[in-house]
């Protein structure tokens, strides 16, 4: 991470320069004011000491009211303007990344998704944000107000105006260095700690009851307390320069006072500094360090902000997807000829796969569980790069083709696509805009989820939780497969529609989907019952299709097919 | 919230010394705060109104040194055992609301507030830092320094102390009043704001899927539209929840500021000396100052107060008591349930199951899914006590038992095998032979041949290395090398192949042919002609996915 990265996520924040200025100038008056009292009253009573007609104090008097409630005012004040400012900026900087993301490669997500790192993005823009409100407008306004105190006491008096420099150089800057060395000593020592807490707190939650029952239980918890101890060893580490970093702060305090009467007490008996002015010079440093005793969390603010920043930029500066140089629209047939299919930069999961879909042509994939059937629809569908072969759809090259194009013409539905945290309908409406009540209802049906429809409080209209956390995994699964279904693509791919569903209603879904009038492959890991509806079943083992033909043939030709077949079937 | 919770003390011994610590610096803290006051105004009024110089003041100004130096000290002393304390006393109470949940069991961590005791524990402790690092002692310090200050402004000039003391009370009034107003405001601002929040939030997770649909052009305007909204709520939110800062600032500096004006009027007409005065003026801002702070700490420490709540909870969930009597010998002992029902929202499951687990037989538990197979399991183990019915092994209640002495007789193989790092030789235990053996007919010899150091594969947390059908395996090998007399298994060919499912069959008749006892759940057929008792689960609930 280089020191660049936060200044170019804060650009990317695009803060509105007038209300930033406004923010801190409100924030500077606001203190101000704090500053202005203390000297105003310091003057006050030092002069009403020397018991002037009252008449001379009336400014004084009434200046103090003045700053008194100023303060608050303009504090509130700055508090909303510079709040304004951030959440304006995070809007910003959601809507690029969103833009950004869309139009990354395709890979990109899906290997965001995997990593659950899109689920980190969403805090760590608020923590570059938040660097406005509690980095840098306190650094502004502790600037332009130490500098303003400074100058001022360098009026009265240039030896203490100095001092009081020094000191609230030691207090803004120093301190806040070394409480910042300091919280990134802690971060970075306790990183593996607090990885392996983690892990075995989580182990012992989810899994209580089998550690139990194998006795493993209080070893889990010795281990837990183990990563413990070593977490706490970590923040001692940095305790000593957190303890440092306070410690000066308050110390700079006591010094510019000192400063101010060991060099204001002979200059007024040298008649350099008048008595009043000496207790102004001596009194004000005491309001001064107001502005840099939140410096110290503003620069361990700033370090958090520029980490997140880290993280926010490295997704913007995804690859993004090459222009289309083709401009045919997408339609059937979808023919792939020895095709590998893998992650990028991972051996190939599945190698000569050749296929030819086009519509009302049905295809099976059959293989055991871990073959890499997810990442071939993945591939089919232009959403990860092939890495050897070709596809095309009506002749045209995938990748050449925009890739709206080519999601109009072919749709996946996998197995942890998204669920919205909105209505079932809106999350059909996903696929396609302008599905009606009544279609939505069908589908459902059709999906076995009529039931389901029924029981839920507000039907359609109900609001299901964000990733479907509401709903169990057999109604996720065919409600993404009802989701499949009203997509108006005429080429379907579906990943394992029947998991968690009984043999019957299994079968009876995965038959209805073969006989789709559109170009349909799913992908199904066991009941071959249902696959005499398909045109073609391709067998995979050993990362290649081992063995291919109608159903009727694969139980006449393949023994392993046939016994599984017959298994089923015996059992039922 | 309550300020300082008893029974954080009680649960958790590094807060005990840490708060004795921190009342005690607050009360050195609250006499350097006055001496620092009183020292400077007598140094500073004598050198204003006597024009005395450094060779009078030295001794003074040399005690204003010291004090300096003590105050300094405190402060560091402070924070460098407030961050200790913070992460001990964190660490304590993970500990006690892990081991507390594990002692609760599967089935109260899977419902109700489970699932928020991760959170909890993981990270949601992690707030009570800020509790003790920056609230706990401006606390502290509001309760020595304030009526200390107080005390000592008394004493010098009572006009002033009666302007402060009537302030004063007005401060916690004002922030209960404004609290009070805008109460429901700012939870219905929040609840909006959270909301808004996490919609934005489900576009990007989205996103994959959008594309896939080639629909995710549109939702840009829909993501700018969302945050504006966003902003907007929120905004109206914290014009409320500041103005009880607001009213907070106004309120105190306004009165230190009547308190300077009401000494300058005094002093002209001479009723009042510099000395005095200056002290007065110095330590009037003092009175409030930790008052602040507990303000402005307060919403960050509110968090940790809450967390620290919710553990206190757990905690004092009760755990059911547990046996003593020793386990019968499970080699001979049969186990039992009879009528047994869990009740749920929607019914019981299971509901009034009878099943009778004879040494030596396969028993499989079968039916529809979701109606309590895994949950008899649950019971059958002593992990849940049933709502209704009984549990006993040779007609002693399963609750009578110490159920470690049940446990140690017991392999239990469930859906997501578990498996702590280790290596694979480690894993599954026994010697060479055996091993082999075992491997041979689990088909854990084909995932060996394909790891690259064999039995000596290290295997991360949780078996990360390995695919779900590989672990299985791996569990599977080590169930028949740990020869307990009961090996229950749930749902063991879910999720697995043709060839996996002929593994798990072979096993299962191997496990009978060494003289163990076999509970099973089983889904398909093939698992289910195995078995020498067949008893269907039944659950009276309705709804059933």
């Known amino acids: ?572 | 919230m309550r300020p300082l919770d008893p029974r954080l003390l009680r649960h958790a011994r590094a807060a005990r010394g840490y708060v004795a610590l921190t009342a005690a610096l607050g009360v050195l803290t609250a006499a350097m705060v006055v001496a620092q006051a009183l020292l400077l105004a007598h140094a500073l009024g004598a050198a204003v109104s006597d024009g005395a110089q450094l060779d009078v003041l030295a001794p003074t100004i040399g005690w204003l040194a010291a004090v300096v130096a003590v105050r300094t000290l405190v402060t560091a002393v402070q924070e460098r055992f407030a961050h200790r304390a913070a992460t001990r006393t964190v660490a304590e109470l993970r500990e006690q609301v892990v081991a507390h949940a594990v002692a609760l069991g599967p089935r109260w961590l899977a419902s109700g507030e489970g699932p928020s005791v991760v959170t909890l524990a993981t990270r949601g402790l992690d707030a009570l830092e800020p509790y003790f690092v920056r609230y706990l002692p401006q606390l502290v310090l509001a309760a020595t320094v304030t009526p200390a200050v107080l005390l000592v402004v008394l004493g010098l000039d009572w006009i002033s102390a009666a302007i402060l003391v009537v302030v004063l009370p007005l401060v916690p009034i004002f922030m209960v009043l404004v609290g009070r107003l805008t109460q429901g405001r700012s939870e219905q601002g929040l609840a909006s704001m959270q909301r808004l929040g996490a919609q934005v939030l489900d576009l990007l997770a989205g996103l994959p899927t959008l594309r896939a649909h080639g629909r995710e052009r549109g939702p840009g305007a829909r993501v700018r539209t969302l945050g504006d909204a966003h902003r907007q709520a929120t905004m109206g939110t914290l014009r409320i929840a500041f103005l009880s800062g607001m009213v907070l600032e106004l309120l105190t500096t306004l009165s230190v500021a009547l308190v300077a004006v009401a000494i300058g009027l005094r002093l002209v007409e001479g009723r009042l000396d510099l000395v005095t005065g200056i002290a007065v003026l110095v330590l009037a801002p003092e009175v409030f100052l930790p008052l602040r702070q507990v303000g402005v700490q307060f919403h960050a420490a509110a968090d940790g107060v809450a967390a620290a709540g919710r553990a206190f909870e757990v905690l004092e969930t009760p755990v059911p008591a547990a046996g003593t009597r020793t386990a019968p010998d499970l080699r001979t002992a049969t186990l039992r349930l009879d009528g047994v029902a869990v009740r749920t929202s929607g019914g019981s499951t299971p509901h009034g199951l009878d099943l009778m687990v004879r040494p030596g037989t396969v028993v499989a538990l079968t039916g529809p899914s979701g109606v309590g197979k895994t949950t008899a399991l649950e019971i059958a183990l002593g992990l849940l006590r049933p709502d209704d019915g009984r549990v006993s092994i040779d007609g002693v209640d399963l609750a009578d038992l110490d159920t470690a002495t049940v446990w140690a007789q017991v392999s239990w193989l469930p859906q997501r095998p578990v498996l702590e790092p280790g290596t694979m030789a480690e894993l599954v235990g026994g010697d060479d032979e055996s091993r082999t053996t075992a491997a041979a007919l689990t088909g854990l010899d084909d995932v060996l041949a394909t790891l690259p150091d064999g039995w000596a594969t290290p295997l991360g947390r949780g078996g990360a290395g390995l695919s779900l059908g590989q672990r299985q395996r791996v569990a599977l090998t080590r169930t028949l090398l740990q020869r307990t007399p009961l090996v229950v298994l749930d749902e063991p060919t879910a999720h697995l192949d043709a060839a996996g499912e002929q593994v798990v069959l072979d096993t299962v008749r191997a496990l009978r042919d060494a003289g163990r006892t076999v509970l099973l759940v089983a889904h398909r057929p093939s698992l289910v002609a195995v078995a020498d008792d067949v008893v269907l689960v039944r659950s009276d609930a309705q709804v059933l996915a």
């Open chain 1, 1 to 572: 991470m280089t020191r660049g990265t936060l200044r170019r996520a804060v650009r990317l924040l695009d803060l509105d320069p007038r209300r930033f200025a406004l923010a801190l100038l409100l924030g500077t008056l606001a203190l101000g004011c704090a500053v202005a009292l203390a000297a105003v009253s310091a003057w006050l009573i030092a002069r009403a000491s020397q018991m002037p007609p009252v008449l001379q104090l009336s400014v004084a008097t009434v200046a103090v009211r003045a700053f008194g409630i100023g303060r608050g005012v303009l504090r509130y004040l700055e508090r909303l303007v510079s709040h304004d400012v951030a959440l304006r900026g995070m809007t910003e900087l959601r809507t690029t990344l969103y833009e950004r993301l869309a139009a990354a490669r395709p890979e990109t997500l899906l290997r965001l998704r995997r990593g659950d790192l899109l689920a980190r993005v969403g805090a760590d823009v608020d923590t570059v944000g938040d660097v406005v409100v509690r980095g840098l407008l306190p650094a502004g306004v502790a600037v332009a107000l130490g500098a303003g105190t400074v100058l001022a006491m360098c009026a009265f008096w240039p030896p203490a105006g100095l001092a009081l420099g020094g000191c609230l150089v030691l207090a803004g800057v120093v301190a806040p260095a070394i409480a910042a060395r300091a919280a990134r000593t802690t971060e970075q020592r306790a990183l593996q700690s607090r990885a392996d807490m983690t892990a075995t707190a989580l182990g012992l939650l989810d899994d209580a009851g089998p550690l139990l029952v194998g006795g493993r239980a209080s070893a889990e918890l010795d281990a837990l307390r183990d990563s413990d101890r070593r977490l706490a060893a970590a923040t001692d580490a940095g305790a000593g320069s957190a303890a440092i970093a306070a410690g000066l702060g308050q110390l700079s305090v006591g010094v510019a006072m000192l400063a101010a009467l060991l060099t204001g007490v002979p200059a007024v008996g040298a008649g350099l500094l008048s008595p009043v002015e000496l207790a102004v010079v001596v009194l004000t440093p005491l309001a001064a360090f107001e502005a840099t005793s939140l410096l110290p969390a503003a620069a361990i603010q700033v370090q958090r902000s520029r980490a997140a920043a880290g993280r926010v930029l490295a997704l913007l500066d995804a690859p993004t997807d090459p222009p289309a140089t083709d401009d045919a629209p997408g339609q059937p047939p979808l023919v792939a000829t020895d095709l590998a299919c893998g992650w990028p930069g991972t051996p190939p999961v599945l190698t000569d796969l050749s296929l030819d879909l086009r519509r009302g042509r049905s295809v099976a994939i059959v293989g055991p569980s871990g073959t890499g059937k997810t990442t071939t629809l993945l591939t089919l569908a232009g959403l990860l790069p092939r890495q050897t072969g070709t596809l095309t759809l009506d002749g045209h090259d995938v990748d050449h083709l925009d890739r709206h194009a080519v999601a109009a013409a072919v749709v996946v539905g996998t197995e942890d696509a998204h669920v919205f945290g909105t209505t079932v309908l809106e999350n059909l409406r996903v696929a396609r805009g302008e599905l009606t009540a009544t279609e939505a209802t069908d589908v459902l049906a059709r999906v076995g989820l009529a039931d389901w429809l029924v029981g839920l409080p507000d039907g359609l209209d109900t609001v299901v939780g964000p990733d479907a956390r509401t709903v169990s995994g057999g109604e996720r699964r065919r409600l993404l497969v009802a989701r499949a279904l009203v997509s108006p693509a005429p080429l379907l791919l579906v990943d394992e529609p029947a998991e968690h569903l009984d043999p019957e209603r299994a079968d009876a879904l995965v038959t209805d989907l073969l006989n789709d009038p559109r170009g349909v492959v799913v992908v199904v890991t066991h009941r071959l019952s249902p696959l005499a509806a398909a045109d073609e079943v391709l067998l995979l083992g050993a990362g290649r299709v081992r063995a291919r033909g109608t159903h009727a043939e694969l139980l006449r030709t393949v023994p392993d097919y046939r016994d599984a077949w017959a298994r089923e079937r015996g059992s039922d």
